[in-house]
């Protein structure tokens, strides 16, 4: 189990990728290119929408990311599941930095919302989630409303994510 602390860098992100964070056989993060924000400026098990925690993170957009060229050639966006998938991670690294043990998965959403998109234009994407409820026990799951704000303007809603942790 990593130490309690309230934010973590681009270093860190990649140590959780690795296995190192959490401990061999718990959570990790993808590592990039799949890892989609830069650091987590916030992370809580108090506080949040529903006062049972939250995760605050960002990234710096470039106009040289991975999927801008791809999606779509001529019409840069970034994909709508790449946002929601960082909403999917950042639940599971909640869930490993309260010391939960086991691998985490994404399971499914409630609603989402976009309303407009990411570009090679925009500078800084913030995400945001918001635990609702962990459930612990054989599966441990843990559930959150999740947001993306592009250059301030919340873009992306997203309810009810659930990211499960399995054991092997």
């Known amino acids: 189990?990593?130490?309690?602390?309230?934010?973590?860098?681009?270093?860190?992100?990649?140590?959780?990728?690795?296995?190192?964070?959490?401990?061999?056989?718990n959570a990790q993060l993808p590592l990039p290119p799949m890892l989609m924000?830069?650091?987590?400026?916030?992370?809580s098990e108090t506080g949040g929408e529903h006062d049972k925690g939250y995760v605050r993170a960002e990234l710096d957009v470039k106009p040289d990311l991975w999927f801008f060229p791809c999606h779509f050639q001529g019409d840069?966006?970034?994909?709508g599941c790449l946002?929601?998938?960082?909403l999917w991670q950042m639940t599971g690294f909640w869930l490993g930095w309260t010391g939960q043990p086991g691998r985490g998965r994404a399971l499914s959403t409630g609603e989402i919302k976009f309303s407009k998109m990411v570009t090679p234009e925009t500078?800084?994407?913030?995400?945001?989630?918001?635990i609702k409820r962990l459930r612990t026990g054989r599966l441990v799951l843990g559930i959150a409303d999740g947001w993306l704000k592009a250059d301030g303007?919340?873009?992306?809603?997203?309810?009810?994510?659930?990211?499960?942790?399995?054991q092997d």
Do not use: N
Request: charged fraction near 30%.
């Open 1 to 25: 189990m990593t130490e309690r602390r309230s934010s973590f860098t681009y270093e860190d992100l990649l140590s959780c990728g690795r296995g190192e964070l959490f401990g061999s056989g």
């Open 83 to 86: 946002g929601l998938d960082a």
């Open 153 to 166: 303007e919340a873009i992306y809603k997203a309810t009810d994510l659930r990211v499960g942790l399995f």
């Open 76 to 79: 840069p966006v970034m994909p």
């Open 37 to 43: 924000f830069d650091r987590i400026t916030e992370i």
């Open 123 to 130: 500078k800084l994407v913030e995400y945001g989630i918001d």
